[in-house]
């Protein structure tokens, strides 16, 4: 069955042009004109992707954005905007965003994007990795401590399991943005250092579990027993 992507888009002719580009590369898309009809329709049914404009009547994406947070941890949401400064990316951010967009872009751009959220959901073995008192489950997106449970967001799960896959190894920070990010700009590096922070906030409980940070190179999941 193909992906289904809910597209949350206030220009007609944007939401048209994305819309019927998506579908001919094989994606089922339901679009909405507003963030108020974007909350009505995720409720309605799952999804397997949202794509959110930012600026956008009675709810703007990031309002959007939250709510979605608040039913659902795990759906990818990929925010396209013309707003470009790194302030308006880490407000996406910490609204629960999982990636960013900047018009015009390209629908090559969009979709590689988008596979690499979906790449999660064609993988059929459970893959659970112990980290010291942590145990992460990446297939259902979870860090489980004995004080209790972190659910993750797509791109922190991507981030922790590419470290997880490669213990008390430096990974290149450019290797890491082109496997999860699918590129390696500034904005993109920056949003990167956002999630790492995150994911080191997650871990703290057991200080045998650090992302250490190489500067000028990368970073590495060190693991002490």
């Given at each position: 069955?193909?992906?289904?992507?809910?597209?949350?888009?206030?220009?007609?002719?944007?939401?048209?042009?994305?819309?019927?580009?998506?579908?001919?590369?094989?994606?089922?898309?339901?679009?909405?004109?507003?963030?108020?009809?974007?909350?009505?329709?995720?409720?309605?049914?799952?999804?397997?992707?949202?794509?959110?404009?930012?600026?956008?009547?009675?709810?703007?994406?990031?309002?959007?954005?939250?709510?979605?947070?608040?039913?659902?941890?795990?759906?990818?949401?990929?925010?396209?905007?013309?707003?470009?400064?790194?302030?308006?990316?880490?407000?996406?951010?910490?609204?629960g965003g999982d990636d960013y967009l900047v018009k015009p872009f390209s629908i090559d751009e969009l979709c590689m994007r988008?596979?690499?959220?979906?790449?999660?959901?064609?993988?059929?073995?459970?893959?659970?990795?112990?980290?010291?008192?942590?145990?992460?489950?990446?297939?259902?997106?979870?860090?489980?401590?004995?004080?209790?449970?972190?659910?993750?967001?797509?791109?922190?799960?991507?981030?922790?399991?590419?470290?997880?896959?490669?213990?008390?190894?430096?990974?290149?920070?450019e290797d890491i943005l082109r496997r999860v990010w699918g590129d390696d700009d500034?904005?993109?590096?920056?949003?990167?250092?956002?999630?790492?922070?995150?994911?080191?906030?997650?871990?703290?409980?057991?200080?045998?579990?650090?992302?250490?940070?190489?500067?000028?190179?990368?970073?590495?999941?060190?693991?002490?027993?």
């Amino acid at each position: 069955m193909s992906a289904h992507i809910l597209l949350v888009e206030d220009d007609p002719n944007l939401g048209f042009v994305i819309k019927d580009n998506l579908e001919v590369r094989g994606y089922a898309v339901t679009l909405c004109a507003d963030g108020e009809a974007g909350t009505t329709t995720f409720r309605q049914r799952p999804f397997d992707a949202c794509i959110l404009d930012v600026m956008m009547p009675k709810k703007d994406g990031f309002a959007l954005a939250q709510s979605i947070r608040e039913a659902n941890q795990q759906v990818p949401i990929l925010f396209i905007t013309a707003k470009s400064m790194l302030s308006d990316k880490r407000d996406g951010f910490t609204a629960g965003g999982d990636d960013y967009l900047v018009k015009p872009f390209s629908i090559d751009e969009l979709c590689m994007r988008l596979e690499v959220f979906l790449r999660r959901t064609r993988e059929t073995n459970r893959t659970v990795y112990g980290l010291g008192d942590y145990s992460f489950d990446a297939v259902n997106l979870e860090l489980t401590h004995p004080r209790g449970k972190k659910s993750l967001t797509p791109k922190e799960a991507d981030v922790l399991r590419l470290l997880c896959a490669h213990p008390n190894q430096v990974l290149k920070r450019e290797d890491i943005l082109r496997r999860v990010w699918g590129d390696d700009d500034y904005f993109m590096g920056r949003s990167m250092d956002v999630f790492i922070s995150r994911l080191r906030k997650y871990l703290r409980e057991d200080p045998r579990v650090q992302i250490q940070n190489h500067h000028g190179v990368g970073f590495k999941l060190q693991v002490r027993n």
